[in-house]
Nanobody, 117 residues
Framework: QVQLVESGGGLVQPGGSLRLSCAASGFTFSTYGMSWYRQAPGKERELVAAHNTGGSTNYADFVKGRFFISRDNHVNMVYLQMNSLKPEDTAVYYC???????????WGQGTQVTVSS
């Protein structure tokens, strides 16, 4: 059974940093593409960053240079380092796993990030 559990969210002041973690289990982690999405109230869920199995990464324009995705295939974890946070980064952040050849997507339950003074 695929499980994705996010952690690390919270309240942070503008300009601050947070590191989100996603613990994965129930599948062969190294063969899945991993990504982070976010959803703000009243808005659609949007891609933040992705890390594919080959090691390449891509980022949404609105986080380039501020957020960094990484994964550790030895411990089945994916991370999102978020720096220079802005109030508009406030959202629920979700971890997603995509199976080989994109046949299935799996989501975590999300973790709330609030950027406010």
């Amino acid at each position: 059974q695929v499980q994705l559990v996010e952690s690390g969210g919270g309240l942070v002041q503008p300009g601050g940093s947070l590191r989100l973690s996603c613990a994965a289990s129930g599948f062969t982690f190294s063969t899945y593409g991993m990504s982070w999405y976010r959803q703000a109230p009243g808005k659609e869920r949007e891609l933040v960053a992705a890390h594919n199995t080959g090691g390449s990464t891509n980022y949404a324009d609105f986080v380039k240079g501020r957020f960094f995705i990484s994964r550790d295939n030895h411990v089945n974890m994916v991370y999102l380092q978020m720096n220079s946070l802005k109030p508009e980064d406030t959202a629920v952040y979700y971890c997603k796993a995509r199976s080989p050849r994109g046949r299935s997507d799996y989501w975590g339950q999300g973790t709330q990030v609030t950027v406010s003074s």
